[in-house]
């Protein structure tokens, strides 16, 4: 359910906007993703400029660019991030969906824990209804019946494949990820309940009323909208 589209310059701009919210002896949670990417490069840059700060990486990935522009690591047993910031696959009234990457579990986790959570994104995420595939990370044995149960809140599930391998996508935590496309969504906490309470179900993409800040970045601007 990979997600695609907006320029790399408007991700950029949105990623060193949130990371300009960063202050020194701050722990940060780091996102996963393309503009999430942005905003590591540029506290990197930052790091290398002398501002002392630790990430908590939600991903392989995060964790492994971090390490490469130089951001200090730590994790969730030794801190509470100060702020977290992350990428969204759609946005709509500040609710999100999340997921594209496989990390969502994670995600969710550095995302809820932090005092506050910025959320970076181009125009191309931003929608009046939440209206793309809901990734679902499934336990490998609970598949078949979390996919029933999915088709029973009228949803359509599909196991998500690899891209360069044979068979399905493995996240970090060893699980397979479902996508379940439910139409325009017009009751997303009342879905996240739902999804939430499904036996198997480790996580799903439905990330509501979390975000403090949305980070907007255009091809010349970056539009700030703050939790109402």
Do not use: W
Request: charged fraction near 25%.
């Amino acid at each position: 359910m990979k997600q695609t589209g907006g320029s790399d310059e408007a991700k950029r701009r949105a990623g060193e906007s949130a990371a300009d919210a960063v202050v020194d002896e701050m722990v940060v949670g780091l996102g996963t993703g393309s503009t999430a990417a942005a905003a590591i490069r540029a506290l990197g840059r930052r790091v290398d400029a002398g501002l002392d700060i630790r990430g908590v990486p939600t991903s392989y990935q995060s964790r492994q660019l971090a390490r490469e522009v130089g951001v200090p690591l730590t994790t969730l047993e030794e801190a509470t991030p100060d702020v977290a910031i992350d990428g969204a696959d759609r946005i709509a009234d500040g609710d999100l969906i999340k997921g594209g990457g496989a990390a969502h579990a994670r995600e969710k986790l550095v995302d809820a824990a932090a005092d506050r959570f910025l959320v970076v994104a181009d125009e191309t995420k931003l929608a009046a209804t939440l209206d793309v595939a809901v990734p679902v990370e499934v336990l490998p044995d609970a598949v078949p019946v979390v996919e029933d149960t999915l088709e029973a809140l009228d949803g359509v599930p599909t196991l998500r494949a690899a891209e360069r391998k044979d068979g399905p996508v493995v996240t970090d935590n060893g699980n397979l990820v479902i996508d379940c496309d439910f139409g325009a969504i017009a009751e997303p906490a009342a879905l996240s309940a739902d999804l939430a309470a499904i036996p198997g179900v480790v996580a799903h993409g439905l990330f509501i009323d979390m975000a403090d800040e949305i980070h907007v970045g255009t091809g010349d601007s970056v539009d700030v909208r703050n939790r109402e």
